[in-house]
């Protein structure tokens, strides 16, 4: 007979994404570190932590020497928090509120001295506060004061055994095991949270979340992106197309041009993709609008993603084709984001389009353009698969897909696609100028990939002269 898992219970972070990627939230009465480089985070999604379970009823203690109550206090006013219904103490007081004494030792060590008074102190908070969440930032200044690596492993343990005997849930905080190779305290743990910075050439700094281990628990592995802004840390979890179900197929999407609809064989199907490439000012835009409207008008939702230009300009010029997309907008049938490209992540980019699908009904989605998403993962080293991940997962709640993609160049040969991404589209529309008689020409060529991906149309038509 095969065996289930017994799940731990759990509670939830407080932290926007955190249980996604936890599958639950964090296990009660575990040991769980998270570590980090300065500025990462730390402090901040611990506080997340304690808030969330003061909210419960529950009670929690925070035990600090890295920050002082002021400090803190500036912290939580920073995000426009309240630490109502969080108890404090310093890992630096003796028992009972006293300095440490500051004599000689003769007997035993000064360190261990030390040590033991303050864990003398933090067991007494505990046994009066009965916490079933307590927070220790930082961890490092007992592997500064521990004479040994041996006893600082003792007293990480002492702590561990402590606290899981009284079902206190233990969250400990360091940095020092990032550049020291410590792994006392990763053995030790339940669980290992590890937040990282990532800086890159120009742009925002890019942060990511980890959970390398979670005894007992399922976890959604890998990288994560996160930001931290006023009012906290938000994780952006790792896309699985795989986790989403798929949902029935409709019937295919008209442009609501029939020339346009010829070169596709009635429209574009449900959950297929569909790459524009041409030069600069041929169209792409365009076209991409023209499913936009046809989907306003049938009552369906839908996103479009503007990297490279702004919406005034983008709605003026659609409005100026005859296409009435901002009344479209007034109406809630069509949501039109800028995104700036140095600012975002592809994790913030795919948890924008989740939201638009899952919670707003969007049918619809153009990126506009490819361009200026590859520049937001432009250093990512799997940027085809993160595009890929975006487009399964597109494909399987049956949203209409299209990705515009500027070439280099205008005429002649000399034109180049900076990626190619043909192999992952299910129609391309292939845009070129061409000069003819003094004229300048636009010739749009329309490809669609049949079951298989083996090509079942391929088509040529005028798409008209420019001036």
């Not at 959970?211 to 994560?224: D, I, N, P, T």
């Amino acid at each position: 007979m095969p065996q289930t898992m017994i799940e731990m219970p759990r509670f939830p972070t407080g932290v926007p994404g955190l249980d996604e990627v936890l599958q639950g939230g964090l296990p009660r009465g575990a040991l769980i570190l998270v570590e980090g480089p300065p500025g990462s985070g730390k402090t901040t999604v611990a506080l997340q932590f304690l808030l969330a379970a003061a909210q419960r009823g529950e009670s929690c203690l925070l035990a600090s020497n890295a920050e002082t109550p002021e400090q803190l206090e500036r912290i939580v006013a920073s995000h426009g928090w309240s630490l109502e219904g969080v108890h404090m103490t310093s890992l630096s007081e003796a028992s009972g509120g006293e300095e440490l004494p500051t004599s000689d030792y003769t007997l035993f060590p000064e360190a261990e001295v030390e040590i033991d008074e303050t864990l003398q102190h933090l067991f007494s908070e505990v046994e009066r506060l009965k916490p079933t969440l307590l927070v220790l930032d930082t961890i490092s200044s007992l592997r500064v004061v521990a004479p040994t690596p041996a006893f600082h492993r003792r007293q990480l343990k002492r702590i561990r055994d402590f606290m899981a005997a009284r079902g206190c849930t233990t969250v400990m905080l360091d940095e020092a095991s990032m550049t020291e190779k410590d792994l006392r305290s990763q053995t030790l743990s339940d669980g290992l949270i590890e937040l990282q910075q990532v800086d890159f050439h120009y742009g925002a700094d890019r942060r990511r979340l980890r959970v390398r281990k979670l005894r007992g628990c399922r976890y959604l592995s890998g990288a994560h992106d996160f930001t931290i802004t006023t009012g906290g840390l938000e994780v952006y979890p790792r896309l699985v197309a795989q986790s989403y179900a798929a949902t029935p197929s409709f019937e295919p999407l008209e442009s609501a041009v029939p020339e346009i609809d010829a070169l596709t064989g009635g429209g574009v199907a449900r959950g297929s993709s569909t790459l524009v490439v041409g030069p600069a000012g041929i169209g792409k835009s365009t076209i991409s609008t023209l499913y936009v409207m046809a989907a306003a008008a049938r009552g369906e939702k839908s996103c479009v993603l503007l990297f490279d230009e702004n919406i005034p300009t983008y709605i003026a010029r659609s409005e100026g084709l005859g296409l009435k997309i901002q009344a479209a907008k007034e109406a809630g049938l069509v949501s039109v984001i800028h995104l700036d490209p140095a600012e975002l992540s592809a994790g913030q980019v795919a948890s924008l389009l989740i939201r638009h699908v899952e919670a707003n009904g969007a049918k619809v989605v153009v990126v506009d353009t490819l361009n200026g998403y590859l520049q937001s993962a432009m250093e990512e080293p799997s940027v085809y698969l993160h595009i890929r991940e975006l487009i399964s997962y597109l494909s399987r709640r049956q949203v209409v897909t299209l990705l515009t993609l500027t070439q280099h160049g205008i005429l002649g040969p000399e034109t180049a696609t900076p990626i190619d991404l043909s192999f992952l589209a299910d129609n391309v529309f292939l845009l070129r100028y061409f000069e003819m008689k003094g004229a300048l020409i636009r010739l749009c060529r329309s490809s669609k990939s049949g079951p298989g991906g083996t090509s079942t149309q391929s088509v040529n038509s005028w798409w008209g002269t420019v001036a």
